[in-house]
């Protein structure tokens, strides 16, 4: 149930008195109001100053500290206040959110001191509201950083037992660890250096011979750079294939970036060393031979910066497509007009559009190298215009998007992280809802047991299971009893409503589902749901009294049902608006979730053996006092599977 | 010598040259969107000027010593109400909107806005749109401290939707329907389509004593007080406050 509304519940209750004249049957008994203590003042002393509230207030949320008996613990009988050494300014935001139902988060409040008062108090920071949650999101998220930045500092200490790969690996990623990883870096950065001069240098004319004009060094010394070539390219293979060996997952490592670079970097050797010198692939190993400038790309292994801007290439990539597609559409458009304008002109270099290209690019970016000029007065008209236009597409949009490449980009992470969190909201909104509604579900089970145990007779039973339900929860619970009664029809959840719509739509042999078929009158249906309860019906055969999970028969394991009942719900249900934990105790029956055509194939919870078989009632069943033990199975098993809705869910 | 407008008498109205008037300008839609445009401004204005109303309407309520006297309740109780009722709308006045949504946070499974529409209606005695605190605490008084016979006229009150003195079967298909919807999809057995219209069959049948098709407040409350499963379901509430 949502926050400030339990005020509105006396309300909704005393509204119900609408539904009395149309319902057939009699109406379940109210909760009694034990307490019926008049409203009062409570003072809260915290530190020395003193906060004062109504009790009420603070029991809206039974489940925090202040909301529930836990505050009992701080009670100081000698001045009749409650004591707490804690930080006063903090506590104000903490007794707002009692007061308006919204948590904020002050700004100039530290975020690890505001989460540590939130986690005294018992109160989960997932309901800070919409106005501040980014904001401590963001600061949560800036220290978590420094946090794992500190964090690696330390990592980088020796680990004592590390095994040589590993070593090796930190010293691949960290050079400046150990002497030995910072040779090694230098070594390979030096390696890489004169590699590409050499890369450069072989193209150089090298002075000429008498008979042979100028050559290129490369030809002319072919030995020498053959060596140094080769030298370079076995360094680079021997710290390839050391990385390969010491990286933890290989497969991810062969992925990466980097180690593409490496390969392209050593392949054009190999390959040339495996080709004959044929004429006719003569051609395309030249072209190989171009692939060796990547080794400069290396060098980013050295250099930060080279990183950081080809991430930022990377993460900027669509905006710099776009700049470049109304680019493209603007030398389109010019080299077109230029065509068609210098067509007429004799000797005209304006040959085709394509050709016109080259003159729309160079006029665009005011370079103007002057091989191709328009002759024809419309030519020069639209040449100018060319230019001018190339001013302003190329020179003033360039700042405007470097400036919206950040905000956008920054505005997406923003979108982003809305989105997400607005999904998280749902959810959580979602949560709370289909939790309060099966929480309802399974306090009416926990209710036939109640009865059931009244029968016997056993006072301690009754009170331990009827104190753990709050009472507005049992109030709520009551009024959609109340609903449940007038119209006579009783809620289920989603799985077993789908069953049923299931069951009906397959099977037809009317001994069934008996409490089914007679739903013929309205009137029939809710007295006959207490009729049949003590009944055994055909199809059942454990000692469940509880109409519901009859209808699903041989279908589940009903003995889980019993437990179920028997385990106290207290925890997961109050909890369950706050907590993000889904009680999902009562899906113990559906735990398998989907339907599939073949009913049999639904999975029962393990571990749970039925107690003996026809109606026996609570004497079989293993005894409440204890539910803890014979519960846990069953709280393990739809805890894995909560877990797992829950991750599902909350994830970010 | 040849008359001016054959066609015209026959057609009975004559065509008109089109001029050039202010009239006729303000038609364009051309015309007529330039302006909107140039003065869009003015409504502007207004609209926020409007906006700046809204938001300081409050409404206080009368003296407590008033309403103690209008209702059963006790000067604490009413204190305790107000408390509650302010807190959730700081300026005194429940709209239907806040309404509906408060209402349909006790029902997650289904739709309790129809329901809390005609609920609406029911509280808001003065049909002025909104929920004064005297209106929810006139109708508490009667809901939880009244007489069964002031609560059935009450419930009465709720069914009569045009509140004519009258329930038609239509009224009663209505409440029927949104009572229906506040259970929602999941239920069992399945809410058929005619549910409700049984339902109301069965009301019919119980309350309807002259069968003329309406049921007036007296075979109402006759009908009721000689049930005694309302009778008793009556009292069920007696201590909600």
Same mark, same amino acid.
């Given at each position: ?6 005020a ?15 319902? *057939?049957? %009699?109406?379940p ?12 003042l409570?003072?809260? *002393? ?16 039974p ?5 529930? #008996? ?9 001045t009749?206040?409650y004591?707490?050494?804690r930080?006063?300014?903090?506590f ?7 007061r308006?139902?919204k ?9 690890s ?13 997932e309901?800070i ?7 401590y999101k ?9 946090l ?5 500092e ?6 004592p037992?590390? *095994? ?15 002497t ?29 011979t ?5 050559m ?11 060596c ?5 390219v ?8 050391l990385?390969?060996?010491?990286a ?7 992925? #990466?970036?980097?180690?593409i ?6 392949l054009?050797?190999?390959?040339g060393l ?15 031979r ?13 250099s ?25 559409m ?6 077109t007009?230029m065509?068609?304008?210098?067509k ?9 559009? %394509? ?5 729309t ?8 190298y ?6 024809t ?6 040449? #100018? ?5 190339g ?19 920054h ?15 749902l959810?959580?909104?979602r949560?709370?809802k ?6 309802f ?19 301690e039973?009754?009170?331990?299971l ?5 009472l ?8 959609l009893?109340?609903l ?6 009783e ?10 719509c ?12 008996p409490?089914?078929?007679s ?9 006959g ?15 469940s009294t ?19 009942c028997?385990?106290? %719900? ?10 993000l934990?889904?009680?999902?105790? #009562?899906?113990?029956?559906?735990k ?6 073949a ?5 029962t %919870? ?13 004497p ?9 033990l014979p ?16 991750v599902k869910?909350s994830?970010? | 010598?040849?008359?001016p407008?054959?066609i015209g ?5 004559k065509w ?10 303000? =038609?364009?839609?051309l ?10 401004q ?5 609209s ?8 300081m ?8 010593? @008033?309403?103690?006297? @209008? ?9 305790s109400?107000?408390?509650g009722?302010?807190n959730?709308?700081p ?6 909107e806040?309404? =509906? ?5 006790f029902?997650? @499974?289904?739709d ?9 209606n029911?509280?808001?005695m ?9 209106d929810?605490?006139?109708g508490?008084s ?5 007489s069964?016979t ?11 939707i ?19 919807d506040?259970?929602?999809?999941c ?18 049948? =119980?309350?309807?004593?002259?069968r003329?098709?309406?049921?007036t ?13 309302i009778?008793?379901?009556? @009292?069920?509430?007696?201590?909600v406050?």
């Amino acid at each position: 149930m949502a926050t400030g509304v339990a005020a509105w519940l006396p309300f909704a209750r005393a509204a119900a008195i609408g539904w009395m004249p149309v319902a *057939n049957c %009699p109406m379940p008994v109210a909760p009694r109001d034990n307490s019926k203590r008049q409203d009062e003042l409570i003072i809260l *002393n915290v530190s020395g100053r003193r906060f004062q509230t109504w009790r009420t207030t603070l029991d809206r949320y039974p489940d925090t500290l202040l909301g529930s #008996s836990e505050k009992d613990f701080f009670y100081n009988e000698e001045t009749k206040e409650y004591f707490f050494d804690r930080d006063p300014d903090a506590f104000r935001s903490i007794l707002n959110f009692y007061r308006t139902g919204k948590l904020h988060y002050p700004r100039h409040e530290c975020i690890s001191a505001y989460d540590e008062e939130l986690t005294f108090f018992g109160i989960i920071p997932e309901i800070i509201g919409d106005c501040c949650y980014e904001e401590y999101k963001d600061r949560k998220r800036e220290n978590l950083e420094r946090l794992q930045d500190d964090q690696e500092e330390n990592k980088d200490m020796k680990l004592p037992n590390m *095994n040589f790969r590993e070593t090796m690996w930190r010293a691949f990623e960290n050079p400046h660890t150990s002497t030995m990883a910072l040779v090694f870096y230098y070594v390979t950065g030096f390696f890489i250096a004169i590699s590409v001069i050499t890369n450069v240098v072989e193209t150089v004319p090298c002075g000429s011979t008498a008979n042979q004009k100028d050559m290129p060094c490369g030809e002319r010394y072919t030995v020498a750079f053959f060596c140094m070539d080769t030298a370079c390219v076995m360094i680079f293979t021997v710290e390839y294939l050391l990385r390969l060996f010491a990286a933890p997952s290989r497969y991810r490592f062969m992925r #990466s970036v980097m180690s593409i670079i490496d390969v392209v970097a050593i392949l054009p050797y190999y390959i040339g060393l495996v080709m004959t010198n044929n004429e006719d692939v003569s051609g395309a190993f030249v072209t190989l031979r171009v692939f060796r400038v990547f080794r400069i790309f290396k060098f980013s292994r050295h250099s930060q910066g080279l990183r950081i801007l080809g991430y930022t290439l990377k993460s900027c990539a669509s905006e710099l497509g776009f700049l470049l597609f109304s680019l493209t559409m603007a030398i389109i458009i010019f080299a077109t007009v230029m065509f068609y304008a210098e067509k007429g002109s004799s000797s005209s270099k304006f040959t085709s559009i %394509p050709a016109s290209f080259w003159y729309t690019i160079v006029t665009m970016t005011t370079l103007g190298y002057g091989d191709m000029v328009p002759k024809t007065i419309a030519g020069k008209i639209f040449g #100018s215009i060319c230019s001018l236009s190339g001013v302003l597409v190329i020179a003033l949009p360039v700042p405007v998007i470097v400036s919206n490449f950040s905000r956008i980009y920054h505005q997406n992470q923003r979108a982003d992280k809305r989105r997400a969190q607005k999904k998280a909201r749902l959810a959580r909104i979602r949560i709370a809802k289909s939790g309060s509604a099966s929480a309802f579900l399974l306090s009416k089970r926990n209710g036939v047991l109640n009865e059931l145990l009244e029968l016997k007779g056993t006072d301690e039973d009754e009170q331990k299971l009827t104190r753990s339900t709050c009472l507005i929860e049992s109030q709520h619970h009551h009024l959609l009893h109340c609903l449940e009664k007038t119209t006579a029809h009783e809620f289920v959840d989603e799985q077993m409503y789908e069953q049923n719509c299931l069951e009906t739509a397959l099977q037809t042999f009317p001994s069934r589902s008996p409490t089914i078929s007679s739903h013929d009158s309205s009137v029939g249906t809710c007295c006959g749901c207490r009729i049949k309860r003590n009944t055994p019906l055909p199809n059942a055969s454990t000692p469940s009294t509880h109409p519901i999970p009859t209808h699903q028969g041989p279908l589940q394991e009903l003995s889980a049902i019993h437990i179920q009942c028997a385990d106290p %719900p207290s925890q997961t249900t109050t909890r369950s608006n706050l907590n993000l934990k889904t009680d999902d105790s #009562s899906r113990i029956n559906c735990k398998g979730g989907r339907i599939t055509t073949a009913i049999i194939s639904l999975p029962t %919870p393990p571990a749970l053996t039925p107690d003996g078989d026809g109606l026996h009632g609570p004497p079989q069943r293993r005894p409440p006092p204890a539910p803890g033990l014979p519960a846990a199975p069953s709280i393990q098993t739809t805890t894995s599977s909560a877990s797992t809705n829950i991750v599902k869910v909350s994830a970010l | 010598g040849k008359d001016p407008n054959p066609i015209g008498q026959t057609e009975g109205s004559k065509w008109q040259k089109p001029r050039l008037s202010r009239k006729s300008l303000m =038609k364009c839609c051309l015309v007529k969107w330039i302006i909107a445009s140039t003065t869009q401004q003015g409504p502007g204005k207004d609209s926020s000027d409007s906006d700046l109303e809204l938001s300081m309407v409050r409404h206080q309520p009368e003296g407590l010593e @008033q309403l103690q006297a @209008q209702t059963q309740f006790t000067r604490k109780e009413l204190q305790s109400l107000y408390r509650g009722f302010k807190n959730e709308c700081p300026s005194g006045l429940v709209d239907e909107e806040t309404f =509906k949504t408060i209402y349909s946070q006790f029902f997650p @499974q289904g739709d309790a806005t129809t329901y809390a529409h005609f609920l609406f209606n029911a509280f808001d005695m003065d049909r002025n749109g909104s929920i004064r605190f005297e209106d929810f605490v006139l109708g508490l008084s009667v809901l939880l401290r009244g007489s069964v016979t002031e609560k059935l006229r009450w419930a009465f009150n709720l069914y009569d939707i045009n509140k004519d003195g009258y329930i038609t079967k239509e009224e009663m298909l209505a409440i029927m329907t949104s009572i229906y919807d506040m259970m929602g999809r999941c239920t069992l057995p399945s809410v058929r389509d005619d549910s409700p219209f049984e339902h109301v069959e069965k009301f019919f049948q =119980k309350m309807d004593r002259n069968r003329d098709g309406v049921v007036t407040i007296d075979e109402f409350i006759e009908t009721c007080q000689k049930d005694e499963s309302i009778m008793a379901s009556m @009292q069920l509430f007696e201590n909600v406050i």
